[in-house]
């Protein structure tokens, strides 16, 4: 089937409703996945791995039951074969040490302060994916043109595949 | 045996022969008789006998003589100490301006001879001088002089001789007997036999006086004289890393330099007058030689020796004594001084804290004041919500599926992530491939059966506008949860706030404790339904408090206990009395314990907004228990390992300072 999924991390259960709903506008192109603390963050990881599914976008809160967001994103950053997931931390609590630790060493791209506004979260979801579709060379832009950054990705359909 | 030596030195011969003959004459050729016409010349014999230790029993001198004069000679014989007993007799006649009066006053002269001088008168003068000399010097040539001597004189001599023998051999007995045993002779006594002895064998050394304040010997300087103080006191120092030091000033004694001289070391002391100081100054000569010539003398020293080293040593020993106890004092207030910065420090901790406890007291209270309304007025249009909005949806057939999904969405028990996930899958192999999954559990469906209830609703109704009301209704009725859930915790964390700023409940006598715990486990009774509980009630008396208060500690205590200690864990809950004014309660399960990183910090507030949920919901809960507790004059601490963690309260029954 391989579809791209967006995995969101949160422990908090009406917090974890509000990102879902906030994700709508993706959920008929991509496959949306929650988990509420880091070890379950690896079980959903390899379930999308097992169905023959990848992970294009992980939004991740810091704080969590356990190990912290930042940990596990260092984690992933580091483990070569998901470097290229685009990685948010949408949290309140990350002090400026996490958050300096998050962009050096976990490879983060985008951080989203709680409470957020939908649209801004929205946006920052669709320029993300939008980048990992444009930097995969696997994959097709054309069927996420509607919902993601068309115009970006119809630019890259126009150049044709890449020779390297 | 040499015959004794009469010296002659005089520019006329003929005199001078004259004299020879007479001697020879009166003596009978007793004496070796030498003429000299230079002074100098004379002076070198005599030193030459001395050193051949020949006898030199007369020197006679002409004023005028060459190189050296008869006056200069005589004082330079009379300077020689072994040469003492020889007479010194001038051959001359006196007139103005001759230095006989210089001689007189050396006392380097013992008679006189006219030039022009009658037989008989020299004999005898001879015979009073050489009776003078052997007593003096040569008793060994009495055999052989006696015709020549003065019988009577000696006679009377030698009784004064014996009578001062005794004397002295009295005061060597008396000296040896101080010497053994110190205590017969008083340093007054000692000192002033040593001046007397002094000043009798050297005639009369030199006195010299030192103002206040003045070096009289300098650390360091050659030991080379010793000072007897007449009058005036002294102190000894030394110069220690630039600062001088005192170390005798009572223990200095009346005799300064004799240690450095007898060791024959440099200088140890430096010595500096006190008030004006007149001192006997003898040098190492002087003494050696009055030392040679007194035995008492000698003794005397010895005794002094002993004395001041005895006196140096009681004061080293006292010195050293101050030095160990100034030690001890310095550690002891090194010691009071480090205890003293803990002290400080834990005081200043303690300050900081207690300030910060304040603050944060003003603040929740600041808080809790503000968010009440809020919180109330949300809650109430929540649940007019959840009543109006059904309502609505009921009030037209078209919308019961979204009605039902509203419904069910609100009910539905939160799944975790996990079970969503396999309940998504679960779906979507039971359902047509067109309907999407993951869409309806979003919206709250839990099962198949779930859908084919709302789709028979309306049978009619197609697909699409179908999954629309189940996932608008769905949304609307989890969103109707969640607020509900929200506004009731935001609720909870505002009462906790209050109870931690301030009480405004009231003071209650008779507040039975066991009563209160039973409250509580009611309360708590449904989340306490996988736990074994076991109580332990003893019989306490009542005490005095705020009921609702202590109710909420049990409650903080026990809901920690019970989240620490999983499904199926085993809560011990135990009260008994302590003495006569205080009770007990213990709380304790077998849980994972608190990790040793988090054990000082639990009783700190830390604000979250996974407060009461965080690991094993250290939020406000412990803080609040801890000022409560605290308020109650009473004190809450806690043992935790794996496996057993206990808290324990100790309340007395009448708070010290509880309002009224």
Not at chain 1, 130 to 156: F, H, N, Q, S
Not at chain 2, 466 to 479: A, W
Not at chain 2, 603 to 610: A, D, L
């Amino acid at each position: 089937m391989n579809a791209i999924a967006i995995l969101s991390i949160e422990d908090e259960p009406e917090v974890r409703e509000a990102i879902r709903r906030d994700l709508r506008p993706f959920e008929t192109k991509f496959r949306i996945e929650a988990a509420e603390d880091v070890a379950d963050a690896r079980e959903a990881l390899a379930q999308i791995e097992d169905d023959g599914d990848r992970v294009g976008l992980i939004l991740a809160d810091h704080r969590l039951p356990g190990e912290t967001g930042v940990d596990f994103l260092t984690q992933l950053h580091g483990d070569g074969e998901h470097a290229a997931v685009r990685k948010v931390l949408l949290t309140g609590q990350a002090d400026q040490q996490d958050t300096i630790r998050a962009i050096n060493e976990g490879g983060l791209h985008h951080y989203v302060a709680k409470p957020w506004q939908a649209e801004a979260l929205v946006k920052v979801v669709r320029d993300e994916l939008t980048e990992y579709v444009l930097r995969a060379e696997d994959i097709d832009p054309m069927p996420y043109v509607a919902v993601l950054d068309g115009p970006r990705l119809l630019e890259k359909i126009s150049r044709g595949p890449r020779i390297d | 045996m040499t015959p004794p030596t009469i010296l002659c030195a005089h520019r006329d011969d003929a005199l001078v022969s004259r004299l020879e003959e007479e001697i020879d004459h009166w003596s009978g050729g007793a004496f070796r008789f030498e003429r000299f016409t230079d002074g100098g010349r004379l002076i070198g014999r005599a030193r030459e006998l001395r050193k051949a230790e020949e006898d030199l029993a007369m020197v006679f001198c002409g004023l005028d003589l060459e190189t050296i004069d008869g006056a200069s000679t005589l004082i330079a014989i009379r300077e020689e100490p072994q040469l003492r007993g020889t007479r010194r007799l001038l051959l001359d006649a006196i007139h103005g301006g001759c230095r006989a009066d210089e001689l007189l006053q050396h006392g380097a002269l013992h008679a006189r001879v006219d030039p022009d001088f009658d037989p008989e008168r020299l004999h005898a003068l001879l015979r009073t001088q050489l009776t003078d000399y052997v007593i003096q010097a040569a008793p060994h040539r009495i055999d052989e002089l006696h015709p020549l001597l003065d019988l009577r004189s000696m006679g009377s001599a030698f009784l004064s001789a014996r009578s001062n023998l005794e004397q002295l051999s009295a005061r060597l007995d008396q000296v040896q007997t101080s010497v053994i045993d110190g205590t017969s002779m008083s340093d007054d006594q000692i000192e002033t036999t040593m001046i007397e002895e002094f000043d009798d064998l050297l005639d009369q050394p030199e006195r010299r006086t030192y103002a206040p304040e003045e070096i009289m010997v300098h650390e360091g300087d050659e030991a080379g004289h010793i000072w007897i103080l007449l009058e005036g006191r002294v102190k000894l120092f030394r110069c220690l890393d630039g600062k001088n030091v005192t170390f005798h000033s009572e223990s200095a004694g009346r005799i300064v330099g004799l240690m450095s001289l007898s060791l024959q070391n440099p200088v140890f002391f430096s010595c500096r007058a006190v008030t004006e100081v007149r001192a006997l100054v003898l040098s190492r000569d002087q003494v050696r030689d009055a030392i040679s010539r007194s035995p008492l003398l000698a003794s005397c020293l010895i005794t002094v020796i002993l004395r001041s080293m005895a006196r140096r040593n009681r004061r080293a020993v006292q010195l050293l004594t101050k030095v160990h106890q100034l030690n001890a004092r310095l550690e002891k207030q090194r010691d009071d001084l480090e205890a003293a910065l803990n002290d400080l420090q834990a005081a200043q901790k303690r300050l900081i804290e207690s300030e910060k406890m304040a603050t944060l007291g003003t603040l929740a209270a600041g808080m809790a004041h503000e968010l009440n309304n809020p919180v109330a007025a949300m809650q109430n249009a929540t649940r007019y919500l959840l009543e109006d909005i059904p309502g609505l949806l009921g009030s037209t057939r078209d919308l019961a599926p979204a009605a039902a999904a509203l419904d069910l969405a609100r009910e539905a028990a939160p799944l975790s992530t996990r079970d969503e996930r396999s309940l998504k899958r679960e779906l979507g192999q039971s359902l047509d491939q067109t309907l999407p999954a993951d869409r309806l559990v979003a919206a709250g469906i839990r099962s198949v059966e779930d859908f084919r209830k709302l789709e028979k609703l309306d049978p009619g109704l197609k697909r699409d506008a179908l999954l629309q009301q189940i996932e608008n209704g769905g949304q609307v009725g989890s969103s109707l949860r969640n607020i509900e859930n929200c506004s009731t915790r935001i609720a909870a964390l505002v009462r906790s706030l209050k109870l931690y700023a301030r009480a405004d409940e009231s003071w209650t006598d008779g507040v039975d404790l066991n009563a209160t715990l039973e409250d509580v486990l009611a309360i708590l009774r449904s989340k306490l339904r996988d736990h074994e509980v076991i109580k332990h009630y003893g019989d306490l008396p009542t005490l005095r408090g705020i009921p609702s208060q202590l109710q909420q500690v049990w409650t903080n205590l026990i809901q920690n206990a019970a989240q620490a200690a999983d499904e199926n864990g085993r809560l011990t809950i135990t009260t008994t009395r302590e003495g006569d004014d205080q009770v007990r309660i213990e709380i304790e399960d077998n849980g994972r314990g608190i990790p040793d990183d988090a054990q000082p910090h639990i009783f700190s507030p830390r604000f979250t907004t996974k407060s009461g949920r965080v690991e094993f919901g250290l939020g406000l809960g412990l803080p609040i228990c801890k000022t409560v507790v605290e308020r109650h004059g009473g004190r809450i601490t806690f043992q935790s390992e794996p496996g057993r963690t206990v808290f324990m309260v100790v309340l007395p029954l009448i708070p010290p300072k509880s309002e009224p």
